[in-house]
Each structure stands twice: as structure tokens, then as C-alpha cells.
Nanobody, 125 residues
Framework: VQLQASGGGLVQAGGSLRLSCAAS????????IGWFRQAPGKEREPVAA????????YYADSVKGRFAISRDNAKNTVYLQMNSLKPEDTAVYYC???????????????????WGQGTLVTVSS
């Protein structure tokens, strides 16, 4: 699968953005899709993920209540709605895919083998 992230930009603190992760192929519904971010000088971290089966979702503690992940399998797209953005949310955001993985750690980056290019989110104070 090929993944294309989009929707990043510059926003003021308290604002909102919606990121999209569009995938190619006919097997999108069999993929866990995760959003990750990497801020300058920091390690990549998981932000949110949606499991291919069962409807499970994951959120990092730092974004719970502010971010929402959703998927539209008919459009081969996963969205990340980001509200109440903070300057510390500034990072390059990546989406990634993992097919048929059902482990409880489905949000961990090491379980993903398909990565899209990043989209930059900058939150000004």
C-alpha cells in the first residue's frame, strides 16, 4: 500500500486542523493505520491509531480529548481531526500502515511497515 499524508499547515494555538492519509490499493480495510509525529530534536512518537478489525482506536495521553482518528474504508482514507492545538503539537506528522496486525500494541511504530511522507504541522503561540 502507498500512503499519502496531507493537511498540515500553520495554525494558531487553540485552532484546528484535519490531516488526511490517503491510501492506494484495494486492501485498505485490512490495515491498521497509525499517525505518528516527530518534533525537532525528539524521537518519533505514536499519536493515534485505528485497528483494522474491531474498531479499536488508540490515542497518546497528550492528545486524548483533543484529537480524533476516523477512517473511511470506501475512500481509502484515514483522518486525524486535531482540535485545541498547542505549540507542543508542532511536528512532522506521518501516517503508516500495517496489514492484518492484531496485537494489543498495534499503535507502536515498530509494527508498521508502510510509511507515507510527512506533513508539517506548526502551531504558533
Amino acid at each position: 500500500v502507498q500512503l499519502q499524508a496531507s493537511g498540515g499547515g500553520l495554525v494558531q494555538a487553540g485552532g484546528s486542523l484535519r490531516l488526511s492519509c490517503a491510501a492506494s490499493g484495494r486492501t485498505f480495510s485490512t490495515y491498521n493505520i497509525g499517525w505518528f509525529r516527530q518534533a525537532p530534536g525528539k524521537e518519533r512518537e505514536p499519536v493515534a491509531a485505528t485497528k483494522w478489525i474491531g474498531g479499536s482506536t488508540y490515542y497518546a495521553d497528550s492528545v486524548k480529548g483533543r484529537f480524533a482518528i476516523s477512517r473511511d474504508n470506501a475512500k481509502n482514507t484515514v483522518y486525524l481531526q486535531m482540535n485545541s492545538l498547542k505549540p507542543e503539537d508542532t511536528a512532522v506528522y506521518y501516517c503508516a500502515g500495517a496489514r492484518y496486525y492484531s496485537g494489543n500494541d498495534y499503535y507502536a511504530g515498530g509494527n508498521y511497515n508502510y510509511w507515507g511522507q510527512g506533513t508539517l504541522v506548526t502551531v504558533s503561540s
